[in-house]
Each structure stands twice: as C-alpha cells, then as structure tokens.
C-alpha cells in the first residue's frame, strides 16, 4: 500500500507570492489533516479535511486555506507569502480522522527569500 | 485545550535502555501515540495507547500510561545507532485536532 505522497518536496518563494501544496492520501483514507513545522514552534496544527469538508482549523491567518476533492487529495494554498512562513508542512492521513492514527507524509519544505 | 510537554534531549550508549518521557493537561485524551521523525523525514507512527490501557509492548517498545499522574512514557530496548532522531509524543481528543509535544531528540552513542 502506498504510503502518503506529499509534492513538491522543496519549493522556494519570495515574499508576496502564492504556494500550492499537494497531498496524496493512503488508499481508503478519507481524512486528511495539515501541519507546520518550524524548529521555533514545533508542529502546530493548521487544518482538517474530511469527505471534502474542512473539520477543523487551527489558529493560522486566513492566508493559509485548504481544500480537498472528491478522491481525498488535499491541496493547502498559502497567499501572500511572508518570511515566518519558511517551514516544513506536513500532511497526515487518516482513516476517519479525529483521534485516529494519523500516518505521515515526509512534507513540503517551503523556504521564501 | 491540550498541552503536552517532553525534555528536548536524551543521549544514551548503544545497547542500553531508553525512556522518553512525556506528560500532558487533558485527561480527556483517549489516544496517546509516539511518533519518530529521522532528518530530511516525515513523521513515523511507532505505536499508541488507548486511554483505558496502563502498558502496551510491542518488540523493542513499551509504552507506560499513568493516567493519574497524566504521564506517558515510550522505553525502547536494546538502544540501537538506528534509533537516534527525534520522538514526539502526541494527545489526541474524541473530535479534535492532535497535539504535539515539542520532540525529544535521542542521540545513541557507540
């Protein structure tokens, strides 16, 4: 079974840009969850989708958006692009998401110069 | 909400035992999971515990719960040079979002 295919692995932006990131989801997994990384704030939890809805969010600016399509694979979208959003985003799924396994992807990491 | 707190650093000889230790705020969470994470990677889901378990063993790991105390701890056996990276331990709540602790990094020494 594969495992959670995450694209581009790295990506670099300047300041002001937009960034689209993709994730690809286990087979049968109908949720999918996205973090941020960043060796000052640890992994802080941005959004949840599940059945192409969104679930949850975490407390990010609306700057950071997300949605995911009817075959489970989540796109996250970030506007305007500011320096503190270097990081590494990860994307997680889930068979049912909530408190389920969450299993991992190796991320995106987006440096903007 | 949730906070889930870890010491940063843990060095250990190859061979010995390893206990990383975690604790966190809400006793609502029903699981509690330990994730590795080695440079350049994602997440690896190493194994977790349901809220009405004390112990779960699997190989090398054990996982200890002391719902009490709101104390999780993961022991991996026989600390090998493979094992060093960073473990996180993570609280998940019936409905909610995970909460990550900030990740111990575990260096084995030869």
């Known amino acids: 079974k594969a495992g959670v295919t995450q694209t581009p692995r790295y990506l670099i932006k300047t300041r002001g840009q937009q960034v689209t990131l993709s994730c690809s989801p286990i087979s049968g997994h109908r949720s999918v969850s996205w973090y941020q990384q960043t060796p000052g704030q640890g992994l802080q939890f941005l959004f949840e989708?599940?059945?192409?809805?969104?679930?949850n969010k975490g407390n990010f600016p609306g700057r950071f958006s997300g949605r995911q399509f009817s075959n489970s694979r989540s796109e996250m979208n970030v506007s305007t692009l500011e320096l503190g959003d270097s990081a590494l985003y990860l994307c997680?799924?889930?068979?049912?998401?909530?408190?389920?396994?969450?299993?991992f992807g190796d991320g995106t990491r987006l440096s903007i110069l | 909400g949730e906070d889930v707190e870890q010491s940063l650093f843990l060095s250990v000889r190859e061979g010995d035992s390893s206990v990383i230790n975690c604790t966190y705020t809400?006793?609502?969470?029903?699981?509690l999971y330990w994730y590795k994470q080695e440079p350049g990677a994602g997440l690896q889901l190493l194994t977790y515990?349901?809220?009405?378990?004390d112990m779960k063993q699997d190989q090398r790991l054990t996982v200890l719960l002391n719902k009490k105390d709101k104390h999780l701890s993961l022991r991996i056996a026989d600390t090998q040079t493979g094992d060093s990276a960073i473990y996180f331990c993570a609280g998940a709540i019936s409905g909610q979002n995970f909460v990550f602790g900030p990740g111990t990094r575990l260096s084995v020494l030869p």
């Open positions: 515990i349901f809220s009405n378990m």
């Open positions: 989708y599940f059945s192409e809805t969104q679930r």
């Open positions: 809400d006793s609502s969470s029903t699981y």
């Open positions: 997680a799924s889930s068979q049912l998401g909530g408190n389920q396994p969450q299993h």
